[in-house]
């Protein structure tokens, strides 16, 4: 049974910093896609970054780039996701996704491409 356990949510105020950090277990394939997604309240899901964890190059939305920094611990099959210069914006809940890479190895933010998803954990930044 696949599960993916996030933790590392919290509240701070504009400019902080926050590191969540997304546990897989049971989903020990290593050229798999995994990242973050967000959604805020009365707004439709949106991909953050994702990343091949058999290796290539993360890929980020353009309103993070350059702020957020995803990382990965393959011995604990685990992804990092640090985020620096937070803004308002960035107030959502925050899902940890993993999903088979498409037969080129690509990731994508199309949330139907991603078979497990964590519980979330809430991000908020206030001004």
């Known amino acids: 049974q696949v599960q993916l356990v996030e933790s590392g949510g919290g509240s701070v105020q504009t400019g902080g910093s926050l590191r969540l950090s997304c546990a897989a277990s049971?989903?020990?394939?290593?050229?798999?896609?995994m990242g973050w997604f967000r959604q805020a309240p009365g707004k439709e899901r949106e991909g953050v970054v994702v990343?091949?964890?058999?290796?290539?190059?993360?890929y980020y939305a353009g309103s993070v780039k350059g702020r957020f920094t995803i990382s990965q611990d393959d011995a604990k099959n685990t992804v990092y996701l640090q985020m620096n210069s937070l803004k308002p914006e960035d107030t959502a809940m925050y899902y940890c996704?993993?999903?088979?890479?498409?037969?080129?190895?690509?990731?994508?933010?199309?949330?139907?491409?991603?078979?497990?998803w964590g519980q979330g954990t809430q991000v908020t930044v206030s001004s």
């Open positions: 990343i091949n964890t058999g290796g290539g190059s993360p």
């Open positions: 996704a993993a999903g088979p890479a498409s037969w080129l190895g690509a990731c994508t933010f199309i949330p139907q491409r991603y078979n497990y």
């Open positions: 049971g989903y020990t394939d290593s050229r798999k896609c």
